[in-house]
């Protein structure tokens, strides 16, 4: 794997076991994502898209094949090994934002620099601010996510994702949840962040206007890549 390259799918196989029945979710996937990449995972609803996600985001394991992310192939690491990957390399939007209700944005985005136990107290006061004046939040620090709207929630979810500067940020059905305008401007902040800092993005949708906006449209169907 080359330099440039930050995802590598080989033969990538996922079957999950409902009692006695084997339902294959993802049969023989290959694919590469390149540092940089703005691309999308498109398809209907069950066609794998989530479940590709959270096998890069080694939040799942294959069944079979190899997985490997900024370098590591994922299913030769421990569980702390993957934590690591997960909590060093790879931001997660989630669908339903998955944000901690008792806490403030800044908490909320605060929170995996918390984790990562790198850098002091003033830094990531002046890192979360930062990061929250760019999602255009910065009024919005002191409010629990109750008090946010749908499109505010996911920016504080983007922010939350972009403060660790990952390498990766992956995002699951980022606009599903909000009206065509707010889904429209939240892809705009992440192009813009793409652009400006050269994240990866790949994100999963089956919106033919969030598709139009990727570098590269990666389409999928019943668990299978089709051209």
Same mark, same amino acid.
């Given at each position: 794997?080359?330099?440039?390259?930050?995802?590598?799918?080989?033969?990538?196989?996922?079957?999950?076991?409902?009692?006695?029945?084997?339902?294959?979710?993802?049969?023989?996937?290959?694919?590469?994502?390149?540092?940089?990449?703005?691309?999308?995972?498109?398809?209907?609803?069950?066609?794998?898209?989530?479940? /590709? !996600?959270?096998?890069? $985001?080694?939040? @799942?394991? =294959?069944?079979?094949?190899?997985?490997?992310?900024? #370098?590591?192939?994922?299913?030769?690491?421990?569980?702390?090994?993957?934590?690591?990957?997960?909590?060093?390399?790879?931001?997660?939007?989630?669908?339903s934002f998955n944000l901690v209700s008792v806490l403030t944005a800044f908490q909320?985005?605060?929170?995996?620099?918390?984790?990562?136990?790198?850098?002091?107290?003033?830094?990531?006061?002046?890192?979360?601010?930062? /990061? !929250?004046?760019?999602? $255009?939040?910065? @009024?919005? =620090?002191?409010?629990?996510?109750?008090?946010?709207? #749908?499109?505010?929630?996911?920016?504080?979810?983007?922010?939350?994702?972009?403060?660790?500067?990952?390498?990766?940020v992956l995002a699951d059905e980022p606009t599903a949840n909000l009206d065509s305008?707010?889904?429209?401007?939240?892809?705009?902040?992440?192009?813009?962040?793409?652009?400006?800092?050269?994240?990866?993005?790949?994100?999963?949708?089956?919106?033919?206007?969030?598709?139009?906006?990727?570098?590269?449209?990666?389409?999928?169907?019943?668990?299978?890549?089709?051209?």
């Open positions: 794997m080359t330099n440039d390259v930050i995802v590598q799918l080989q033969q990538v196989v996922k079957d999950y076991q409902l009692g006695a029945v084997t339902v294959p979710a993802i049969r023989g996937v290959d694919l590469t994502i390149s540092a940089g990449e703005f691309s999308t995972i498109a398809g209907p609803s069950g066609s794998g898209k989530t479940t /590709l !996600l959270n096998l890069i $985001g080694c939040v @799942d394991t =294959a069944t079979k094949g190899k997985v490997v992310v900024a #370098g590591r192939s994922t299913g030769e690491l421990s569980e702390r090994e993957l934590t690591r990957l997960r909590l060093f390399e790879i931001g997660f939007i989630f669908q909320n985005v605060e929170f995996p620099l918390l984790l990562q136990k790198r850098i002091v107290k003033s830094e990531r006061r002046d890192r979360v601010a930062g /990061l !929250l004046e760019k999602v $255009g939040l910065a @009024d919005h =620090a002191a409010h629990r996510p109750g008090e946010l709207s #749908g499109g505010q929630r996911q920016r504080v979810a983007i922010a939350r994702a972009l403060v660790t500067r990952p390498a990766l305008k707010t889904g429209a401007s939240i892809v705009d902040l992440m192009k813009q962040i793409n652009e400006q800092d050269k994240t990866t993005f790949l994100f999963s949708t089956h919106d033919e206007d969030v598709m139009g906006r990727a570098d590269r449209v990666v389409k999928l169907v019943d668990g299978q890549i089709v051209t």
